[in-house]
């Protein structure tokens, strides 16, 4: 079986042949410019493929609803020239291959519950801390959906006493994503957060802000594994600190083998398919269309 990905980010498409087993073949990206010269540049890239079925994995708000006019269509955004853009209508009128859409934080908890970090279970949580702040997740085996998709890096979250900074979010200002998405971070501190030191203080404040809505994740949906990427991500000295302050926060009310000292470090983990999830999800999503 011959697949095809798409990651369709708001700074860059990434576009990707593989097989069903999750390996990339072939890749090529490109930058997010106006809706159908990225669009086009993506048809182009597969009409000189062969393959049996599409995924695409986007950012959003996207339309999920297969019985809405709109289905397929790139929303509300503030994307300049992309609100209510029909990306997918767009690709299947030169595209002759199923093509299945979800957010991009879905098709990436559908690449590691697939073929990465979660394989075997029926639910799993993927967050991503990056350019914004996003999850996906399955339950029950499933992609969670409901009215529109999740979008669970608005989320409001308790400012520390100690941070001043008034959060990035032109919607929320002080949400998940407004205190500590990539753009939050470098606002807050003056710096780039991949120029701040692995032992700077502005990574204890991002663990503890990942951490408070990591805890609030648990609570509400209960996945069996919580996968953190995205860019912030890189800095990996956040893990452990976020494991400290997630067993602080629910401070021992969920009596599970995970959330214990010894096992929260197998429970919250980076993705097994790093920076590659979303184009590999993407296969995985590609794949569901043909079963
Ligand atoms: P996007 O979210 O745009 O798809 P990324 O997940 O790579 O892309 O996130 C980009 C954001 O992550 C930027 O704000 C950038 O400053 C931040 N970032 C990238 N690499 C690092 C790093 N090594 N350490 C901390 N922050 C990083
Ligand atoms: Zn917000």
């Known amino acids: 079986m011959r697949l095809g ?66 289905y397929g269509y790139i929303t509300t955004t503030p994307k300049q020239g992309w609100d209510y853009f029909d990306l997918i209508g767009h690709l299947k009128e030169k595209i002759n291959v ?10 990436a908890v559908l690449g590691e519950l697939t073929f990465g970090s979660a394989v075997g279970l029926d639910s799993a949580l993927y967050l991503t801390i990056g350019t914004g702040v996003g999850g996906g997740a399955i339950v029950e085996g499933k992609l969670l959906h409901g009215l529109l998709h999740p979008e669970m890096g608005h989320m409001k979250l308790i400012v520390r006493p100690d941070d001043s900074y008034k959060g990035k979010c032109p919607f929320h200002n002080s949400c998940f994503e407004g205190l500590a998405s990539g753009p939050a971070i470098e606002e807050r501190w003056g710096i780039k957060g991949k120029d701040i030191p692995a032992d700077h203080p502005a990574w204890d404040l991002e663990a503890y802000y990942i951490a408070q809505a990591v805890a609030n994740y648990i609570l509400v949906l209960s996945p069996k594994k919580i996968i953190l990427g995205g ?59 043909i079963k």
Do not use: W
């Not at 062969?50 to 297969?66: E, K, M």
């Not at 199923?98 to 098709?107: E, L, R, S, Y």
């Not at 599970?256 to 993407?282: F, H, M, R, S, W």
């Open 5 to 70: 990905s798409v990651e369709a980010g708001g700074t860059k498409f990434v576009v990707g042949i593989g097989d069903d087993c999750g390996n990339i073949i072939k890749r090529e990206s490109f930058p997010t410019t106006d809706p159908i010269t990225t669009a086009n540049k993506v048809i182009d890239f597969f009409l000189s493929e062969n393959v049996d079925a599409i995924g695409v994995g986007s950012f959003g708000p996207i339309d999920l609803d297969l019985n809405s006019k709109t």
């Open 98 to 107: 199923p093509i299945g859409f979800d957010t991009d934080v879905n098709t």
């Open 231 to 289: 860019g912030v991500m890189h800095q990996k000295q956040l893990f452990p600190i976020i494991h400290k302050y997630v067993l602080e926060f629910l401070n021992g009310y969920i009596q599970k083998e995970e959330i214990t000292e010894d096992k929260i470090k197998e429970y919250i983990v980076y993705p097994q398919l790093g920076d590659n999830a979303g184009l590999v999800g993407g296969l995985a999503l590609a794949k569901q269309q």
